[in-house]
């Protein structure tokens, strides 16, 4: 066995824990920088959606179904970041991030599943139902908003 | 026709002159903050596969192809966040963004074009291949870089 092919088939084998390790080597401050940049583009993104909901901008499908799939792809991004490695950061992260580590994942994946659920409705034409989904994502922000975040 | 049929009517026929519109009431600050954010986490998918191409971390097919698909929707982030309102704001956007704007848009298209080759090239398992479409990305990245960016 050759080098190279050693080396892929080690990449392999370690699987996420290769992932882990080239992740560690990442500086606390860096993956905080990166973690909230997923957070400014979500925002950049979700904004006008809940600016729709509320009616203080009008409906649009096509930037709906565009900002939808942005955020399915912004929605996987921001998780890695909350390594321990970061609890020393200056940040609005609450101690919670990094021990109630289960909730913290169920509340992530919940809004991944609400992202998820705008997507498919962004694509089905249906106004009020686009409408309730975007609700449902919003409401899935407050999940990790109001448990995991320092209130300002 | 009612109101709610007008409304959504008006959008569509405005087209990109509505979305110009939702975007021009976006603070230069916050701008200037969300096209810095998308460039972070383009760092942070693109840097793992430029360690790669040196041989720094270990070729992972799977991690460049999850890679490539965030970086596809993250190069499309950054640009209109590129706005002239931005011009006065303390970054290192040299003043050619503004002023050379179809050499810019040219940039940002090489950029995207190689993106979509280092997409495809990830889904056929052909390392070499994948390794020079790493390549071929990272000399679009300068494009912009070396032309637009102040030297640090």
Known sequence: MNKKLLSAGLALALGAGYALTAFSQVKPEVLVKQRQSAMTLQGKYFGPLGGMLKGSIPYNAQVVARNAGYLEVLSRMPWDGFDPSTSGQKTRALPAVYTDTAKFKEAQDRFQTAVGQLVAASKGGDEAAVKAA?????????????????KQ
């Open 134 to 150: 975007i609700g449902d994502v919003g409401k899935t922000c407050g999940g990790c908003h109001d448990n995991f975040r320092e």
